[in-house]
């Protein structure tokens, strides 16, 4: 396993937001972390990448404890996030935006950079042709010096992407990549995270859109009120009756509505 929670614990007050869970995703694998809203995913994103610490439980990845690291050494050990809502620089070009995800890279003092040392500018070019070549990767490289705001928002998504790959990351922590996004984007982001996977990435994947998740995650993990519902392939977990009644309410609920038609 490349990611492996085990009994994570996080409470806000008296909100008990992730209980007892544990969670594995395997090396190579498109993973789907899904559940209701409220169901605890975003927590699970921010104590993966130290923004929030666990009360309890233990998380390894590649073989190293996460619990109490700070948000960059977590990013240095490979992994890296896009967030629910676009959150690119205004004013910056696409190719700017992905430089700037690039910064586990440089390897050069800001000083350097800032007094244009000739290892400073090589640094500067090589970061550029690395930006180009992410932005290659995410089917991009064409608005490469287009200012952000003016692409549309399944490009905006597409360079937040390739900003985060910027750190060549072993892990990539999607929260909800294709929200507000028609089926046919939707699709092409699924084929993207495909592709990625195909180059090495292990990706995990909070998705409401369950035609996705069935559709491209090789397993999944159902939650709700921060608890495990199910893990395994998503088929089977989405037709699990605990998963079922999570999303679609109790059984004996459907049928009372449906005797009151
Ligand atoms: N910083 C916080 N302070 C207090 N409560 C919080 C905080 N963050 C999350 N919560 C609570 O923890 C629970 C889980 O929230 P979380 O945002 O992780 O769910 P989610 O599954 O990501 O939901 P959504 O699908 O709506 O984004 C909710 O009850 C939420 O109100």
Redesign the pocket.
Known sequence: MLLSLEGLE?R??G????SDLSMHVRRGSIHGLI????????????LLTGL?TADGGAITFDGTSLVGLAPPDIAALGIARTY?NVRLFKGMTALEQVVTGCWLRRGVSLWASFIGLAEARRAKKATEAHAMALLERVGMAGRAHELAETLSYGEQRRIELARALGSDPKLLLL??PTAGMNASEASAIGHLIRELRGQGLTVLL?E?NMGLVTEFCDTCTV?N??RLLAEGDPHTCLSAPDVQEAYFGRRHDADRIQSLR
Request: charged share 15%; aromatic share 10%.
């Open positions: 996080k806000f007050g909100v008990t937001a992730v559940g209701p809203n409220g169901a605890g995913k975003t927590t699970i994103i921010n929030y629910q929260d909800e909070v409401h939650i009120f921060g």
